[in-house]
Each structure stands twice: as C-alpha cells, then as structure tokens.
C-alpha cells in the first residue's frame, strides 16, 4: 500500500502513463489521520496570530514591558547557549511570547504564548518545562506522536519544571494556561 503520493522512486512520473503518476483518492485511516493532523495544524495557526507574525524574530523586547518575543530552550528549560547550538543536538525548544505581538499599523495584539518542542533525533529525548517566569501551567495542543495530531484523551496541563520524554522524530506544541 502506497502512502500519500509516492511516485515509488520515480524522478520524472510526468512521462508514466500508470500507477506510477495516479494518485489513490481512497482515505485509508493512516491518510485520514494526515488529513486532520494537517487540518489541526492549519487550524491552530489560523486562529492565533503568534504564528503569523509579520516580522522576524529578534530574541528581543519589540515594546517596552512585552518581554523578548522568542526564547530558545535547551531541553532542560534553561536559555541555549552558544555550546548549546554547536552541540549537534537534534532536540530543543521554541517559546513564543504571544504578548509582543503588534498589527500593521504599530498597535498592540496580544494571543497566547506556546512553547513548542522538537526531537528531531532517532532517540526519545528527556525535556523539562521551562521556570515559571515563562509559565507556571502548559496545555498540549498538538502532539505529532498522536493520531491525527491530538494530545492524548488523558492530557492535562503540565506545571513549569514538568520533566518528561519525548518521543523521537516527533513535536510537541504546548499552550500556556497561567
């Protein structure tokens, strides 16, 4: 059973006038699980701005008061260093201050903050939550380890300093809630 839309190693699938270059309509569960991971995922962008920014993050306070914009966490919650970034680790974190945010004109916005988690490594990985002076509470909103992309039925928001593995290959996108 093909997956997605393999051409099976084929480089120009143009010029094949077989299996090669259709493509299966047919949803078997792995493809309705892509489908709403990929519906999750666009939706989750679409209603907070914090991943739509209009301009590149900095690591920098764009408003006086806002706090940096972006922190880059080593997986034990504490701030990367330059170590930290030539040590050929595949794991790391993403904290989004969905407080630094402004529109077009200059004004304000304000969305949430998340924290999002990658293990890129074949291994699972220990992470620990950052301190709460980042968040005190984290809800997890999309987990790619999980079908369709949703935080396991169990789920339950995580308290700052949360130690915990993630699994490889995989991303992990928290919420903050306090």
Request: proline share 7%.
């Amino acid at each position: 059973m093909r997956s997605g839309n393999t051409q099976g190693g084929n480089n120009n699938a143009y010029c094949q006038g077989n299996a090669i270059s259709w493509y299966d309509w047919q949803l078997d569960q792995e493809r309705r699980d892509l489908l709403a991971f990929a519906c999750r995922a666009i939706g989750l962008r679409r209603k907070h701005c914090v991943f739509r920014r209009g301009s590149f993050l900095t690591g920098q306070e764009p408003r006086p008061g806002s706090g940096v914009d972006v922190a880059w966490l080593w997986t034990d919650g504490t701030p990367m260093t330059p170590d930290h970034w030539n040590s050929g680790s595949l794991a790391f974190a993403m904290w989004l201050n969905g407080a630094t945010l402004t529109d077009t004109h200059g004004n304000a916005l304000r969305d949430d903050t998340f924290l999002i988690m990658f293990n890129a490594s074949w291994n699972p990985q220990p992470f620990t939550l950052p301190p709460a002076g980042l968040g005190t509470r984290w809800m997890p909103v999309l987990d790619t380890t999980q079908s369709a992309g949703l935080p396991a039925p169990s789920s339950t928001a995580l308290p700052a300093d949360s130690a915990f593995t993630l699994s490889p290959r995989s991303l992990l996108v928290l919420c903050r809630t306090q």
